[in-house]
């Protein structure tokens, strides 16, 4: 133990080195150094309530080492106030850095750490990851009053997560060149960007708060493929910016209050908005420049006095933005309510635009008579082409002309619609299975006591099991009376048709007729599969009855359906890996072999369907994909790191899945281990040495001589197929180099023989 010591004046003020492990270092002052407390190749230790502060580079710097705690400390005055450098497993918490002149906390090079409730302001960057920092996860610190508060490069499946970081005075969170990693539940607010992505790739982005931001709320620069939900962005310049970024998804953001846009995209395209909303910002609700292509929209709520759901595609530019102070209806016209100001960014911008509405929004208009009506001139003009769905309920057309665009419809309005009366079924299901049906009731605002119904069916195809009421009439508290439920599978032997007669209705309680206007089930059937391979059913209602509380019949829509059995096989994923054994690809490459023409279309008569997808999950966060079996394409994959286990090398668990053509498309997985040795390491003993080099020796000059065509071996001899350690198929100059230039490396720590 370290404890209560004074260490200044030094290049070192406490310095451990290797093999120099399970040391506690507390409570010590160790300032006014180059080094404050330096430990390298350590493991196991525990610095706590120290102080390094004013040292001309690190306050703390752990370099190759692992499993280290520390916790407590406080740095102030450094280059750097905790600097981690080729380190795994440490955690770092409950620290203080302020006012160090580069970052307050920095790892790179470094693996499985955890960075939590640290405090780390007045410096460059608050905290610092990069150059292959993995699986690293940062929680609930504070990263506040830097220029930026965190920062990620070059790094890949870190968790970012409820952390504050407020006023920087560039980025609250910027991720740079990093892929797969998670930012959740944090908070930015008073940055110049809450929070940045650049050149990023697959990442998720979802419930931070970021808000006051001089610019944007989240910002996509050169991002792909991520996703974003659940976030709220409000009173920044933008709320959610994409910037030259294409194949995201946002869903259930929130952007408000925001002083220029709350969604805006430049040069973006292939971007999906689902359930997104947008209230009160200055300009556009959603804004998109003439190049941002292929973008679409559902459910885009825009919120003010008039709410409206919109659903869209578009392109050359068009900009969006809900309306307080709608214009006067149009002669012998009525809105719903309804509106959204439309602006076009070149001559050329068109929107294909969607309304949602429901029951409650028509009060008095008639429902058929819907299109879209636009501002021009200081007079409402009918829009060409538009018209209303009235089993979806929305009004959509295509919107070439802009300005102040709604849906109107002609006074006088039919009343309540129809009861919708229905079928809930798989479309698709397998040979002999059992699966449940139910019988569905929308009221659409009708007031309900009875239902009753047929339901038919073929009987060579599927087989009524049982059957039992559901909660739809039971919702008025009340108890009701199953008056008929009769399964009667031999109804119509000859014609193979089965009927089921069901009938209920609410009984009286207190003096009234109870009655519900609320969707539901109203019996749940459940049937087997019986028929053959590719075999359909019809499920048809018929002799459907609707009683209202004053036993009057009540109008309805009937919707039938039907069920085919699976005509299609799952296929086989069957993989191989064409080398016993590959090298990590340092310095020289090395590709794993992957094959997967072993996989079939299914059973044992190949009666499935063609592969024509394949899609590899390489077990190290890496995926690739390719098209079919036939001509068999194999699958190169360098890996970068390895498994050792304390004792040898543990295998990639590699993922292959492949899906047919069929009708449904299905698909199947199946695992294949990729063994991977260190480069240089021929015998997997984790060591490069004497021996590798005597093996490549041994088998100098050979060549693969395995199968041509088909999946195998390319090496019939192992130890042979070791001493190939570029999987090149030869033994030769370049695997002799390949050992002695990784000659004494180690496949654990310290890595290097000293």
């Known amino acids: 133990m370290l404890a209560n010591n004074t260490a200044s004046e030094n290049v070192e003020g406490i310095y451990l080195s290797t093999d120099t492990d399970n040391n506690t270092i507390r409570d010590n002052n160790a300032s006014n150094n180059v080094y404050g407390i330096f430990l390298t190749y350590t493991t196991n230790n525990t610095i706590t309530n120290n102080t390094a502060g004013s040292n001309t580079c690190q306050g703390i710097h752990l370099n190759h080492s692992t499993d280290n705690l520390l916790a407590d400390n406080l740095m102030s005055g450094n280059s750097y106030g905790i600097f981690l450098s080729y380190t795994g497993d440490n955690t ?84 740079n060149h990093s892929s797969h990693s998670r930012l959740i539940k944090n908070r930015a607010s008073g940055n110049t960007y809450g929070i940045f992505l650049s050149v990023t790739t697959s990442n998720t982005v979802a419930n931070n708060t970021i808000n006051s931001n001089t610019l944007e709320g989240i910002h996509l620069d050169h991002t792909n493929v991520s996703h974003l939900e659940d976030n709220i962005a409000s009173l920044n310049n933008i709320g959610i910016y994409l910037d030259n970024s294409g ?56 919120i003010s006095s008039y709410p409206t759901m919109v659903s869209f595609t578009y392109d050359h530019g068009i900009g969006l933005k809900s309306v307080e102070s709608p214009h006067p209806d149009p002669g012998g016209w009525q809105n719903i309510s309804k509106y959204v100001m439309v602006t076009n960014v ?72 129809p009861v919708a009366i229905g079928i809930e079924q798989p479309d698709f299901v ?110 048809n209602l018929s002799d459907v009855l609707i009683a209202d509380p004053d036993k009057g019949p009540v109008d309805c829509t009937i919707n039938n359906c039907g069920v085919t059995i699976y005509d299609n096989i799952p296929p086989v994923a069957n993989g191989t890996s064409m080398h016993r054994v590959s090298n990590v690809a340092s310095k020289f490459q090395c590709f794993a072999i992957l094959c997967p023409c072993l996989s079939h279309g299914g059973g044992d008569t190949w009666k499935g369907n063609n592969i024509t997808y394949i899609r590899w999950d390489f077990g190290d966060g890496e995926y690739g994909t390719s098209e079919g079996v036939d001509p068999c394409e194999d699958k190169e994959h360098e890996y970068t790191t390895w498994n050792w286990n304390g004792t040898g090398y543990d295998p990639f668990i590699v ?69 190939d350690l570029n999987n090149d198929n030869e033994v030769d100059t370049i695997d002799a180099m390949i050992v002695g230039t990784n000659w004494n490396h180690l496949a654990y720590p310290p890595y290097i023989k000293e």
């Open 247 to 302: 194949n995201n998804s946002l869903t259930n953001n929130t952007v408000n209050s925001n002083r220029d846009a709350g969604f805006s995209l430049t040069f973006s395209g292939n971007n999906t908005f689902d359930a997104d909303s947008a209230c009160n910002n200055t300009n556009y609700d959603f804004y998109s420049d003439e190049y941002a292509h292929n973008n679409e929209a559902e459910n885009f709520f825009l």
């Open 430 to 539: 397998d040979p002999q299975s059992q699966f449940t049906v139910n019988i569905t009731v929308d009221p659409q605002a009708n007031d309900i006591s009875a239902v009753q119904y047929d339901l038919y069916y073929n009987t060579s195809v599927v087989w009524a099991e049982w059957a039992n009421p559901g909660m739809f009439l039971k919702q008025a508290g009340a108890d009701t009376d199953v008056t008929v439920l009769a399964i009667e599978n031999s109804w119509d032997v000859s014609g193979h048709t089965g009927k089921i007669s069901y009938a209920e209705t609410i009984l009286r309680s207190g003096g009234v007729l109870p009655s519900v206007n609320t969707s539901g089930v109203l019996t749940t059937i459940h049937f087997s599969a019986i028929g053959a391979r590719g075999a359909c059913s019809y499920f």
């Open 346 to 417: 070149t001559g050329n911008s068109w929107l294909f635009l969607n309304v949602s509405y429901s029951h409650a929004d028509l009060a008095g208009v008639n429902e058929n008579t819907m299109v879209f009506d636009r501002w021009l001139a200081g007079a409402w003009t009918q829009i060409p082409g538009s018209g209303v769905n009235t089993v979806e309920n929305y009004v959509d057309g295509n919107i070439t002309g802009f300005g102040q665009v709604a849906p109107f419809g002609r006074s006088g309005g039919f009343g309540a619609p």
């Open 92 to 175: 770092i918490t409950n620290n203080t850095a302020s006012s160090n002149a580069a970052q307050g906390i920095h790892l790179n090079h470094s693996t499985d750490n955890l960075l939590a409730n640290n405090t780390a302001c007045g410096s460059v960057e608050g905290i610092y990851l990069s150059s292959d920092i993995d699986n690293t996860t940062i929680r609930d610190n504070n990263a506040s009053n830097n220029v930026y508060g965190i920062f990620l490069t070059d790094t890949s499946n870190n968790t970012i997560t409820n952390n504050t970081a407020n006023d920087n005075t560039n980025q609250g969170i910027h991720l």
């Open 655 to 723: 993922y292959l899945t492949v899906r047919d053509d069929g009708d449904p498309q299905l698909s199947n997985t199946t695992e294949v281990e990729v063994v991977v040795y260190i480069a240089g390491d021929t015998n997997g003993d984790g060591v490069v040495d004497i021996f590798d080099a005597a093996c490549v020796g041994k088998h100098w000059g050979q060549a693969a001589t395995g199968p041509a065509g088909t999946c195998g071996y390319l090496w019939t001899d192992l130890q042979a197929d070791e001493a």
